[in-house]
């Protein structure tokens, strides 16, 4: 899977082979979900460099004995996935989030921060979770901190969505001119995921936090 956000959170909200808008463009329903059961989430936080492959396995031992928590814990983290995005999808759009995505996000919020330590190293004081190995919902910290992080960023002004009408990855553009449509380069041409057009997605009315539609000059 790629990793095309240029945030970890943007890359687990982009954990999905698309979103497909309906009800007017009201609301999105997921397509290909990656994240169908709690190894995936294990494998996508390595692939993403969140969690090394050692504590990955160690994760993966530990949910298999603990298999009902370890749903319990995917369900979480899909809740979060999407309310992270219906929030991002409000602040391009220059619209108040809802409530009740806010009460997703700040529960996880605090509820990451509660496990976080300032830990002394060789190069200065870090924040760390000294018990990540032993928690199931530790792939999510990571996450979730970058979240909290961007939510409150001046970076918000760069959050850009797919052109594809069918996909809704979610990326920062960091070009020169800010002039970024597509997730991936091949995608402007050849990206079976995001050629559809994207008149029908939300994409297309879009704003970005600072007032530029994606792909202005």
Known sequence: MKLVGGNPCLDFVNSVGGRVWSGGGAQAHVRADKLAAYPDLVAW????????????????????????????????????????????QALM????????????????????????????????????????????????????????????????ARLRQCGGGQCGWLFLDRSRNRSRQWCTMEAAATCRRCGASASGSPAAAARPADGRRSGSR
């Open 93 to 156: 759009r220059r619209r108040r989030p809802a409530p009740a995505d806010l009460v997703v996000l700040n529960a996880e919020i605090a509820a990451c921060r509660s496990r976080e330590v300032l830990a002394a190293r060789r190069k200065g004081l870090r924040w760390e979770w000294p018990d990540s190995a032993e928690r199931l919902e530790s792939p999510l910290w990571p996450v979730v901190r970058a979240a909290a992080v961007l939510l409150t960023s001046p970076d918000l």
């Open 45 to 88: 936080s390595v692939h993403a460099g969140l969690v090394d492959e050692a504590e990955g396995r160690g994760l993966l031992r530990l949910g298999a004995s603990r298999s009902r928590e370890a749903l319990a814990v995917l369900g979480r983290a899909l809740a979060f996935r999407e309310a992270l995005y219906r929030t991002l």
